[in-house]
C-alpha cells in the first residue's frame, strides 16, 4: 500500500536560510502526493499537490516541491524562511487501492530562529 | 470556502463514558474522514466514509465507531473513553468519485482529554 516517510521529525533553520523538509513515499504506481502545515493550535491547511505533468510543483506561502520518480522523493522547499514558517509539515499520499484513503507522514516541526 | 467544522475544540471526559465528536462540513463531499494526532506519530486514520451510510476502517479503529446518517455529517464515537484517547482529534472531508487529486479540507481540531 502506498505511503510516505518523513526524514526528520525537528527542523531548525535562520532565518532567510534555505528550507528543506524530506519526504519519501512507496507506490508502485504513480503517486498523488500533498503536503500540508499546521499552525499551532489550528486544523491543516494544504501547501501543494502532485499529480501527474509537471514535476516541480508551487504552492502557497513561497514553498515548491519537486516530485523525483528515480529518487520516490517529494521534498519540500522555500529558498528564503521567515518567522511565520515555524509550523508542522505533513507529508501525505493518496491510497489508490483501499477508497482513496489520504495516510500521512510522521510530521516535521520546522523552527525558525531570528 | 470550504467549511469542516467540528463540534469542540477542547474536551474533558471521564473514562467509561461514552463520547461523541461531531464534524459538519457545507460543500457537499462525499467523502469523510477521523483522525487522531500524536506528537511524532503524525495523524493516524481511525475510520473513514465514502458516503452516506458507508464507512471503512482506518489503520487505528479499536475503541472507535462512526456514524454517517447525512451527507455533511460524520461522527466519531468512543464507545467507552480511556487515558490512551486523549489525543488531538481531526476531521477532514473531500470530493469521492474518481477525485484523487483533490485535497482534503481539515477542521480545527478537538484536544480531548481522558481522565
Not at chain 1, 523525483?68 to 517529494?74: A, G, L, M
Not at chain 1, 493518496?94 to 516535521?108: E, H
Amino acid at each position: 500500500a502506498q505511503s510516505v516517510t518523513q526524514l526528520g521529525s525537528h527542523v531548525s533553520v535562520s532565518e532567510g536560510a534555505l528550507v528543506l523538509l524530506r519526504c519519501n513515499y512507496s507506490s508502485s504506481v504513480p503517486p498523488y502526493l500533498f503536503w500540508y502545515v499546521q499552525y499551532p493550535n489550528q486544523g491543516l491547511q494544504l501547501l501543494l499537490k502532485y499529480t501527474t505533468g509537471a514535476t516541480l510543483v508551487k504552492g502557497i506561502n513561497g514553498f515548491e516541491a519537486e516530485f523525483k520518480k528515480s529518487e520516490t522523493s517529494f521534498h519540500l522547499t522555500k529558498p528564503s524562511a521567515h518567522m511565520s514558517d515555524a509550523a508542522e509539515y505533513f507529508c501525505a499520499v493518496r491510497r489508490y487501492n483501499q477508497g482513496g484513503k489520504l495516510i500521512f507522514g510522521q510530521g516535521t516541526e520546522l523552527s525558525v530562529k531570528p | 470556502d470550504v467549511k469542516v467544522t467540528q463540534s469542540s475544540r477542547y474536551l474533558v471526559k471521564r473514562t467509561g463514558e461514552k463520547v461523541f465528536l461531531e464534524c459538519v462540513q457545507d460543500m457537499d463531499h462525499e467523502k469523510m474522514f477521523w483522525y487522531r494526532q500524536d506528537p511524532g506519530l503524525g495523524l493516524r486514520l481511525i475510520y473513514f466514509s465514502y458516503d452516506v451510510k458507508m464507512k471503512e476502517k482506518g489503520d487505528i479503529p479499536e475503541g472507535y465507531s462512526v456514524s454517517r446518517e447525512k451527507k455533511e455529517r460524520f461522527s466519531l464515537i468512543l464507545e467507552s473513553a480511556s487515558t490512551n484517547q486523549t489525543s488531538m482529534y481531526l476531521c477532514a472531508s473531500s470530493f469521492g468519485g474518481a477525485g484523487m487529486n483533490t485535497e482534503a479540507f481539515f477542521g480545527q481540531g478537538t484536544r480531548l482529554t481522558v481522565v
